[in-house]
């Protein structure tokens, strides 16, 4: 059974910095796009940034410069280093991994950024 497993939500203040991990449960987690979403409450889930399984990224405009995804294909883990935390980036943060048709989601994990 395919699992994702977020961690390293929390609050933290403005300007502060978090790392969201993402532990994949995925025998063949090389082949698959990995990617950090987040839902606001009222809002729709948008696309934070992603990592193909080249390396290549790709990051929302509202995270450029501030945020940045990595991937280790040897312990299965995609990582989501936030830097220069705003309010508006608080949501709850999911874990997703695309390949082909497939498509997995993790449970979420909240970050909240307020002083």
């Known amino acids: 059974q395919v699992q994702l497993v977020e961690s390293g939500g929390g609050l933290v203040q403005p300007g502060g910095s978090l790392r969201l991990s993402c532990a994949a449960s995925?025998?063949?987690?090389?082949?698959?796009?990995m990617g950090w979403y987040r839902q606001a409450p009222g809002k729709q889930r948008e696309l934070v940034a992603s990592?193909?399984?080249?390396?290549?990224?790709n990051y929302a405009d509202s995270v450029k410069g501030r945020f940045t995804i990595s991937r280790d294909n040897a312990k299965k883990m995609a990582y989501l280093q936030m830097n220069s935390l705003k309010p508006e980036d608080t949501a709850v943060y999911y874990c997703?991994?695309?390949?082909?048709?497939?498509?997995?989601w993790g449970q979420g994990t909240q970050v909240t950024v307020s002083s």
């Open positions: 995925i025998s063949i987690f090389n082949l698959y796009t």
């Open positions: 997703n991994a695309k390949f082909m048709r497939i498509d997995f």
């Open positions: 990592i193909s399984s080249g390396g290549d990224t």
